[in-house]
């Protein structure tokens, strides 16, 4: 257990609608970073917050949003659905915000997103 | 922005043989290279990391090697095990500011007994 909560875990919507990706990271991180991962891409970087502020940002969508909270949890918006959204989204936690150089990142077991 | 390519994207070995992943970077300011292992159904977890000021760094049957000048890195597993079957990613970051870490593409070890 990474101690990175991740809700809901498996998600089915229809093109055109909107989900939230929830994020809790383990006690005491203050960085939270979204990825998503598909079968042909890996693992691509979306967007980083450190307490509560945009630290880095990927190629996110523009369709795509997210935000800390003070409270140091995280979601991930996704709206306007289409198909190719359809992936695993992983939050992952670090103690510090320098991009991961400054430790490990601990991931979650993801959130599976289906589009239909 | 930094570019990580991985190869090979899949491997089968035998219990007992060694494997090993190979990866190059495009940023030269990278200094921080980490491998993480996702096993089916889980998120990633770092197994071993090496920094620009090492050449390389063991922990029991698994080491990295970084060569800075040719701007690539590898993974060796030793001895492998049926449980060393996974999906492996290299990944590189700098510490410079609105930098993030870089996953490859993956590589998924196979290990048949």
């Known amino acids: 257990d990474s101690g990175v909560t991740q809700t809901p875990k498996h998600l089915i919507t229809a093109t055109g609608q909107r989900v939230t990706l929830r994020c809790s990271p383990r006690?005491?991180?203050?960085?939270v970073y979204w990825y998503q991962q598909s079968l042909d891409q890996g693992l691509q970087f979306l967007i980083q917050?450190?307490?509560?502020?945009?630290?880095a940002k990927g190629n996110i969508l523009e369709r795509f949003s997210a935000q800390q909270f003070p409270d140091l949890h995280s979601e991930l918006n996704l709206s306007s659905l289409e198909l190719g959204d359809s992936a695993l989204y992983f939050c992952a936690s670090s103690v510090g915000g320098s991009g991961g150089a400054s430790g490990e990142l601990f991931f979650g077991e993801g959130s599976r997103l289906t589009v239909l | 922005g930094e570019n990580v390519e991985q190869h090979p994207s899949t491997l089968s070995v035998q219990e007992g043989d060694s494997a090993v992943i190979k990866c190059t970077y495009s940023d030269s300011a990278s200094n921080y290279f980490p491998w993480y292992k996702q096993e089916l159904g889980k998120g990633p977890q770092l197994i071993i990391d090496?920094?620009?000021?090492?050449g390389e760094k063991k922990d029991q049957r698994i080491a990295v090697t970084l060569n800075k000048t040719a701007k690539h890195f590898s993974l060796h597993i030793t001895e492998t095990q049926p449980e060393d079957s996974a999906v492996y990613f290299c990944a590189a970051t700098s510490n410079q500011a609105g930098t993030a870490l870089i996953f490859g593409k993956g590589t998924t070890l196979s290990v048949s007994s």
């Open positions: 917050y450190y307490n509560g502020e945009e630290r």
């Open positions: 006690s005491g991180d203050l960085s």
């Open positions: 090496i920094r620009s000021n090492v």
